[in-house]
């Protein structure tokens, strides 16, 4: 989906459907073991959270307008490595969580094709919190 379709989608009417009452929030887990840059971590922590965001309106707009009325809480964890992303991308699956995957175009600091973050959202956070719970604040 292109931005200008994103922008209506988010400025259309609301999407029916059964409204939240809970707040929901936006969790990207880092890789920790690419040994990225601060900027670079930025960047595809950036990019995680603008391709579930633009996913959401598609696949959960419900979820998408209650993270959006209630502030667009992000946390960023630090996963392990490629593995553990893709372990808790599994689990968060399972629980019906919408999960967005960031693999790097290897331009600078790291190969080409090496997933960066995991993003995981918008869903309610209790939910979120059974996933990475466990998990270290970046």
């Known amino acids: 989906m292109g931005f200008r379709s994103f922008l209506h989608r988010i400025t259309a009417p609301a999407p029916l459907g059964e409204r939240l ?3 929901c929030k936006m969790v990207c887990v880092v890789n920790q073991g690419l040994k990225m840059g ?3 971590i930025a960047a595809q922590v950036g990019h995680g959270a603008v391709m579930a965001t633009m996913k959401s309106g598609i696949e959960k707009p419900m979820n998408l307008e209650q993270w959006l009325a209630t502030g667009q809480k992000k946390v960023c964890l630090k ?3 490629a593995e553990h992303l893709l372990a808790l991308e599994k689990l968060a699956k399972a629980a019906g969580v919408l999960t967005t995957l960031v693999h ?3 331009h600078t600091q790291i190969p080409s094709g090496s997933l960066t973050v995991l ?3 918008p869903e309610i ?6 996933i990475t719970g466990e998990l270290k604040l970046l």
Do not use: H, Q, S, Y
């Open 125 to 130: 956070e209790a939910t979120l919190e059974e």
């Open 21 to 23: 009452n809970e707040p």
């Open 38 to 40: 601060k900027g670079k």
């Open 104 to 106: 790097d175009a290897g």
């Open 119 to 121: 993003a995981l959202g």
């Open 79 to 81: 996963g392990r490595d």
